[in-house]
């Protein structure tokens, strides 16, 4: 929606007073989805109003900005670098409960939920147009949705808070199980589905669609390790109007980002700052560097993969930075010596370019998903279709007889970057296909040392201990972390 790439900061300035206490956590918030003005849910503006509203914490430096992306350090694909000493223990797994990483998105999560419940409780009272009202809807499901299935791969079970919570102005209650939690999410992503348009036009470009909560739906089920839906829902997206773009850079390049195959992404905006291409780039030529790419996820491209060249910056490349020209990058711009550039595009006049977007789905991560499914379900190349879809894309030959190995290394390169490795990784362990002690425990040098992840207990980040303070012990910290109080 290139448009609500503008209109992210009119709905929230408009609504600043009746979505008021926003900066807050969960427990320090009023319980804005009651209808508490009679100036507002009055008509179909109105609606979209608070419909677009609903996006706006994505953006947030505490989410997508850059906080949502510092769990993937954990992974074997990036080394921290940057200069917030917090990102270190969260890597090296010995951070606390007390972590500024772990309690940053925490809040901008919950934003999301509480201003998708106020657009379920209100909107279906609004006389407006039904597709358009429907339209609402689906959105306020997938992002509530959305916010739950971020909850439950970063902390498993967590506080559900629904419609009757807020009419109950009911906030303090304990933590829902992970199953629970995904309960709710398949719910919702089932009614998204009900309720959202397979596409839309140009003006909305960026909306949650079918395909969206469809894609996030196969996702959520190959987690459950229930392959029969996983393939059912991903091939609604594999055989939809969503297909691969033409050249894999499409997808992170401003002028093309929301094309079909970007399912789901936070919507860049010159509005923001702190954004994750300041985060990526080289101090020199206008960023922090933080989040380099180790040697091991450049070593695991193959030759003539164009992926490595559209995802990373290596010695000896030649970038094209705007009115500063055309620079070579150099060892020395980075920790590792190496740099993302998946995200990291410059304009005309030389600036990193803040209208690029975060991508959170695409398409090709479905095609993925449908092909681990079915390797799972089936055996050895059941999954070829799929995968060979994706690498034909790029040019790359096909694979045959294709088995997991062949599907993670796929899943590593065409994903890198963007949020997935981490779980990945996890989830493969705890179905016994890789062994994470090892990967994490192996010495792969200064920006990749052997890590102790301990399980089950690195399986999840710990409850932010604030939130537990403000709940009066109502809430429980995850297994195996110790109590700071």
């Known amino acids: 929606m290139k448009n609500i790439k ?61 906080s949502e992306n510092v769990f993937d350090n954990c992974s074997d694909d990036l080394y921290r670098a940057g200069d917030h000493g917090y990102e270190e223990a969260m890597e090296n797994f010995t951070l606390t409960p007390s972590n500024n990483g772990v309690r940053a998105g925490w809040k901008n999560k919950y934003e999301m939920i509480t201003r998708a419940n106020a657009v379920l409780i209100n909107v ?59 309960a709710l999410v398949e719910s919702d992503l089932i009614e998204a589905v009900n309720l959202l348009p397979e596409m839309h036009a140009d003006s909305d470009l ?65 509005n923001w700052a702190d954004v994750p291409q300041y985060y990526i780039a080289p101090r020199p030529w206008g960023g922090w560097d933080f989040h380099n790419p180790t040697q ?35 060892a020395d711009l980075t920790a590792t010596g190496f740099g993302q550039n998946k995200y990291a595009t410059f304009t005309a006049d030389g600036n990193l370019d803040q209208n690029q977007n975060v991508p959170i789905l695409r398409a090709a991560d479905v095609y993925l998903i449908v092909a681990e499914a079915k390797i799972r379900l089936s055996g050895n190349g059941a999954g070829d279709t799929e995968i060979n879809a994706v690498r034909d894309r790029v040019g790359m030959p096909p694979v045959a007889n294709a088995g997991m190995p062949e599907l993670i290394h796929e899943r590593r390169v065409e994903l890198f970057g963007e949020n ?46 604030r939130e537990i303070d403000l709940s009066n012990g109502v809430l429980k910290q995850n297994e195996g972390y110790a109590s700071e109080n």
């Open 6 to 66: 503008n209109s992210y900061l009119i709905p929230f300035i408009c609504l600043a007073v009746f979505f008021n206490g926003c900066d807050g956590d969960l427990l320090e918030t009023t319980p804005y989805g009651e209808s508490t003005s009679a100036n507002f849910w009055r008509n179909a503006d109105d609606a979209i109003a608070a419909a677009n509203a609903m996006y706006t914490p994505l953006r947030e430096e505490a989410a997508f900005g850059h």
């Open 124 to 182: 279906p009272d609004i006389e407006m147009d039904a597709t358009l009202k429907n339209r609402i809807l689906g959105e306020a499901h997938f992002i509530r949705a959305f916010g739950y299935w971020r909850f439950s791969l970063i902390y498993g079970g967590v506080p559900l808070i629904t419609e009757e919570n807020v009419k109950e102005s009911n906030f303090n209650v304990p933590k829902s199980t992970l199953a629970e939690v995904q």
């Open 206 to 270: 960026g909306r949650p669609n079918k395909g969206t909560a469809n894609g996030l739906l196969a996702k959520l089920y190959l987690y459950q390790e229930k392959f029969n839906e996983a393939i059912t829902a991903g091939t609604n997206v594999v055989n939809g109007p969503y297909p691969l773009a033409a050249n894999f850079r499409d997808n992170f390049t401003p002028s093309t980002e929301n094309n079909p195959e970007m399912l789901f992404a936070a919507q860049g905006s010159a």
């Open 296 to 330: 091991d996820i450049v070593d695991e491209f193959e030759p003539g993969d164009p992926r490595l060249g559209y995802s990373i910056w290596q010695p000896g490349d030649m970038v094209d930075r705007g009115a500063n020209g055309i620079s070579e990058f150099t």
């Open 420 to 465: 997935q490795r981490h779980q990945d990784l996890m989830r493969w362990d705890k179905a016994g296909i890789v062994d994470i002690v090892q990967i994490y425990g192996e010495d792969r040098g200064q920006f990749d040392p052997p890590r102790v992840f301990i399980k089950p207990k690195h399986y999840y980040f710990p409850i932010p201990q």
